[in-house]
Structures are given as structure tokens and as C-alpha cells.
């Protein structure tokens, strides 16, 4: 049972039988601005991110990435992403076919693409969310060291109409991000690490 007005995996919750589904249903209404929600088939697998970037109604750029996620009694929770992902080519086609099908099931155009999906079991790609805009938990940032250009400067230019180029073998490097988190407040002033 989920919300279909925000992202976040916010009011998810995954029912198994009828007992818990009040409590779900009040869970995801507090989340959401709209009187309805969905019910969507239960997806396992492989949890995975996608961005791509569509210009003149065309898709210009897929950019699969590994999807760190901290798994709550609800639902995952992302936590970071990985760039490059690493995957076969008949993969990557299905994932290629998959983004296609997004931006024109939702009239996409000038704008930054966001999807969430599983591969499942059997090697297909599940999308459980899709949207017109940029991903974030370091999106931005891991695809833009990863393709070697300035993601944000990208994101603009595609949405105000101006040409943006992508590289056809990206001459970045690959990138991780990765959310901290404390149980304490307080302010940070150094961050030291030790590597052999």
C-alpha cells in the first residue's frame, strides 16, 4: 500500500493479509495530500536507481546505478547510491526499454528523469516509482563524477531548452555516496579516517 503524490518510500507499507491493512491505511493517509491511494503487487529483488535525461522528446541519457538501502519494518529506505553499475548488456537494454516506456507513459520532456526499480528473480525490470526530476541522496553528485560533467549545470540547461551533450563512454570516475547518520546532535569539526 503506498502514496502516490510523494517519493521517499514515505507511507509505504508492505500487507501481507487483511489485519494490518487499517493501520497501513491510516499510516500512508498521513502522508499524503490526495484521498486515494495504491495498491501495487509486491516486487523482490535487486533494488536499483535510474536517471536519465530527456530533451526534445527524446531519451538522451539512461544512467543505472546501485541502490544502497536500509530495509525497515516497512519498507527500504535509500541510503546512497553507486556509479557505474555493473550489468550485462541484455540488462542494460531491458532498462533502456523500460526508462522509454516511463518518459512517454508520462509525457516527459525537457526535464531530469528519476526511477526506482527492481530486477527481479527472473531478470526483468520492475519500476515502482517514476518521476520528471533529478534523484537525490547524491544522485546529482555521483552521476555527475561518473559521466565527468556538471550534473546540476545539466539539469539546468536540459529544463530552460538548451542543448545538453552526454558522453557516449563517460570519462569520469566511478562514485559512491552514502548518508550518515547520528543518534546524538551536535556539530562536526573534523573528520579524519585511516586508509593502509
Do not use: W
Amino acid at each position: 500500500l503506498k502514496i502516490v503524490d510523494k517519493s521517499g518510500s514515505r507511507g509505504i507499507t508492505k500487507v501481507t493479509d487483511q489485519e494490518p491493512l487499517r493501520e497501513a491505511y491510516r499510516y500512508a493517509m498521513d502522508f499524503t495530500d490526495l484521498p486515494n491511494l495504491l495498491v501495487e503487487k509486491f516486487t523482490s529483488g535487486r533494488e536499483i536507481g535510474i536517471d536519465a535525461f530527456v530533451q526534445d522528446g527524446i531519451v538522451k541519457a539512461v544512467v543505472p546505478h546501485e541502490k544502497l538501502v536500509f530495509q525497515t519494518e516497512r519498507t527500504g529506505i535509500p541510503l546512497g547510491h553507486l556509479c557505474p553499475m555493473e550489468m550485462s548488456t541484455e540488462l542494460e537494454e531491458k532498462i533502456y526499454r523500460e526508462t522509454v516506456k516511463c518518459v512517454e507513459a508520462l509525457g516527459l520532456n525537457h526535464c531530469a528523469v528519476n526511477i526506482d526499480a527492481f530486477i527481479t528473480d527472473e531478470g526483468d525490470i520492475s519500476v515502482i516509482e517514476a518521476t520528471g526530476r533529478c534523484g537525490a541522496t547524491g544522485i546529482p553528485e555521483v552521476l555527475g563524477s561518473y559521466l565527468g560533467i556538471d550534473y546540476y549545470e545539466a539539469i539546468l540547461d536540459n529544463a530552460l531548452g538548451n542543448k545538453v551533450e552526454f558522453p557516449m563512454d563517460p570519462e569520469g570516475v566511478p562514485t559512491a555516496s552514502y548518508l550518515l547518520h547520528s543518534e546524538e546532535d551536535g556539530v562536526v569539526k573534523e573528520i579524519s579516517y585511516r586508509f593502509d
